[in-house]
């Protein structure tokens, strides 16, 4: 494979072209990652996911003999930004499907783009409005956030903990899990005694903490994506806080554990899909082989351990491979083939859509965890 930079779009702008560029047979696919910023963390990992898996599959002679061309822009993490690159994608470049966007916001401004013009998307954002209602055109990788709540809840529940206060972030992600969190709650006969909110560039949450301290929960849920769910970690053990800690499934990767530090992370609780823990699996578990080869195949590429994020990108990659083989390379067939896919094992879990799930994930995609000496380990 060889690399050819075009112009800079305030950041990364890459074309991969494998074989000859412009050749009859080529399938051209979008990608909107927050590969710097604040969301660089979930996206630099998505990014390097595709370049692998489209090197990969031009090595093996394509997809049905057609070789892919991966046209790659950096977003920042901006929405405005992810809504002209995604025009950009589609009215210059002339993609047939677009990888992304990273976060739940830079999704939600794209979903009227891809709608209109009839590109099917798939984002690696988490939020349950991407999906929810579906639309013809969008769907997502990371199981729903109402499953992640689902999750920790029903945990909370084996452990006579019905009492919670929440800290959620004021973004896109953050305003969608604490819908499902308040809605879920109400539902399943927990209590909230505590409401408090915090601003994605806050670097102290202190007063928040302290306020939910006086309350005495049985358990804190803060939902959020780096760096506020570090910092609230490292204000909790600076508080004394003793109460049980969870987190979001948005934190699922070792950079938070790095963020908040060994020591103020240990005992912290969430819901991740099975990557984090794959070498706990049984051989029998239908994502074992393929967990255990990303993992592996990610590390000889960068060095780098493969994360729960760039698990994204390598799901909705299947997708898109997967609908193309089985109904070809149009914007439609793509579409339809992914709406139309069926039992999918990938890095996320096992991916079943229909015209009214454009998600395809439940509670098997999550396992719940405790940080137990800055490693990942089942929590039971």
């Known amino acids: 494979m060889r690399r050819r930079f075009v112009g800079m779009v305030s950041g990364l702008t890459v074309m991969l072209f494998c074989g000859s560029a412009l050749a009859a047979g080529t399938i051209k696919i979008g990608g909107l990652f927050a590969v710097t910023g604040p969301a660089s963390f979930l996206g630099d990992p998505g990014k390097k996911t595709f370049e692998l898996l489209v090197k990969k599959a031009n090595e093996n002679g394509g997809i049905n003999g057609m070789k892919l061309e991966a046209v790659i822009y950096d977003t920042g993490g901006d929405a405005t930004k992810a809504v002209q690159l995604a025009t950009k994608l589609i009215k210059d470049d002339k993609v047939s499907v677009i990888l992304g966007p990273t976060t739940t916001g830079e999704s939600m401004a794209v979903i009227p783009v891809a709608e209109r013009e009839k590109i099917p998307m798939i984002s690696c954002g988490a939020g349950v409005k991407i999906t929810e209602p579906a639309k013809h055109c969008v769907f997502k990788t990371p199981a729903n956030d109402h499953v992640a709540v689902e999750k920790i809840l029903g945990y909370m529940a084996g452990k006579k903990q019905k009492t919670i206060a929440l800290l959620t972030v004021t973004d896109g992600f953050g305003a969608s899990g604490r819908e499902q969190l308040k809605l879920l709650a109400k539902q399943k006969g927990f209590t909230i005694l505590a409401d408090e909110v915090y601003g994605p560039k806050d670097t102290d949450m202190t007063a928040q903490l302290t306020k939910i ?168």
């Open 213 to 380: 301290r006086s309350i005495k929960p049985d358990a804190i849920i803060c939902w959020g994506t780096n760096p506020g769910p570090a910092v609230i970690t490292r204000n909790v053990k600076q508080l004394g806080i003793k109460t049980p800690l969870y987190m979001s499934h948005g934190v699922a990767s070792k950079e938070y554990i790095r963020l908040a530090g060994a020591a103020a992370a240990e005992g912290i609780i969430l819901p991740t899909g099975k990557l984090a823990i794959y070498n706990f699996l049984s051989k029998s578990d239908p994502q074992a082989k393929l967990l255990k080869e990303y993992v592996q195949q990610y590390y000889e590429a960068y060095h780098e351990e493969a994360s729960t994020f760039g698990g994204y990108a390598y799901d909705a990659f299947q997708l898109i491979s997967n609908a193309i083989k089985t109904g070809g390379g149009t914007p439609e067939q793509i579409r339809t083939g992914i709406e139309h896919a069926s039992k999918l094992v990938s890095v996320s879990g096992i991916f079943t859509m229909s015209p009214k799930d454009h998600n395809g994930l439940d509670l098997s995609a999550f396992e719940m965890v405790r940080i137990t000496n800055g490693e990942w380990a089942l929590a039971r």
